[in-house]
C-alpha cells in the first residue's frame, strides 16, 4: 500500500511529530527549511471510511 505524502519538499524537513486527531486521523507537524528559514508546517490526514 501507498503512503501519503505529507511534502513536496525534498531537503530541509525536520522533527516530524504525528498525533491522533481523535477521529481516526492523524496531525502531522514538522519544521521545514524550504525558505530559507525554518518554519513550521502541519497536515492533518484524514481516517479512511
Avoid at 9 to 17: F, H, K, M, T, V
Amino acid at each position: 500500500k501507498k503512503g501519503t505524502a505529507v511534502s513536496s519538499s525534498s531537503e530541509g524537513a525536520r522533527n516530524p511529530q504525528v498525533i491522533s486527531d481523535g477521529d481516526g486521523g492523524a496531525i502531522i507537524v514538522w519544521t521545514d527549511f524550504r525558505f530559507g528559514n525554518y518554519d513550521v508546517y502541519a497536515q492533518r490526514i484524514m481516517g479512511q471510511e
